[in-house]
């Protein structure tokens, strides 16, 4: 599968702060999916960006795909403690259906 | 969307000995996928489901290691055979609907053998 970079490997806010995590891969994707893990549960998927250039947002979360179709990021706008959890991005490339997935984003919420 | 349930959801098993994880998606869907989750780690696909096939296996996954069936569109089984305490991971079936290039993943299966 393809390698994608995502960084930060974590971060540790103050409530009300905003976020920024960005995904980067070598290969052109056609699509970029954000998803959410809580301990114990399954990725929760947030967002999904399917052109390049696209700008979408669901709630407090923004997220784009990359003009070059090489990036995307998430921004998390005024963070709360249910914000905790690990972010994941996610992305298809070629002709082949699976996801390959960035090795994610733990991001913990202080009050 | 799809909501994905799986069972069990989680077990303790010794070493040598198999176990069969299901998942069962509430409609139907074009493609079913089973990834692996190791402690504090991303997602790595073992495979894909396909309906009245044999399974497509990526590199470093076999079948007689991860036996796969989906007998439909709306379910799948993994199984994990020979069990060591290297397969001690979470185990997630993931499904992708036709309407849109979206996957969805089920709660997983925690699997711990000792």
């Known amino acids: 599968g393809q390698q994608l970079n995502q960084s930060p490997q974590s971060m540790f806010i103050q409530e009300g702060e905003d976020v920024s995590m960005n995904c980067t891969s070598s290969?052109?994707?056609?699509?970029w999916l954000w998803y959410k893990q809580d301990p114990g549960e399954g990725p929760v998927l947030l967002i999904a960006?399917?052109?390049?250039?696209e700008l979408t947002s669901n709630g407090r979360l923004t997220a784009q795909f990359g003009i070059t179709r090489k990036d995307s990021f998430l921004n998390i706008s005024a963070s709360i403690p249910s914000d905790v959890g690990i972010y994941f991005c996610?992305?298809?490339?070629?002709?082949?259906?699976?996801?390959?997935f960035g090795k994610g984003t733990s991001l913990l919420v202080t009050p | 969307s799809a909501v994905i349930s799986q069972k069990p959801s989680r077990d303790i098993c010794q070493r040598g000995t198999s176990l069969t994880i299901q998942c069962q998606v509430d409609?139907?869907?074009?493609?079913m996928f089973w990834y692996r989750q190791q402690p504090g780690q991303s997602l790595t696909l073992i495979a894909t489901?396909?309906?009245?096939?044999?399974?497509?296996?990526e590199s470093g996954f076999v079948i007689d290691k991860f036996p796969i069936s989906r007998p439909n569109l709306t379910f799948s089984t993994l199984t994990v055979s020979n069990m060591s305490p290297e397969d001690s991971s979470i185990y997630l079936c993931?499904?992708?609907?036709?309407?849109?290039?979206?996957?969805?993943f089920g709660p997983g299966t925690r699997l711990t053998v000792l």
């Open positions: 996610a992305g298809r490339y070629g002709s082949g259906y699976a996801l390959n």
């Open positions: 960006l399917y052109k390049a250039g």
């Open positions: 993931s499904a992708r609907t036709g309407l849109t290039d979206t996957q969805y």
């Open positions: 290969s052109i994707f056609n699509t």
């Open positions: 489901a396909n309906q009245g096939s044999e399974a497509t296996y």
């Open positions: 409609s139907q869907v074009t493609m």
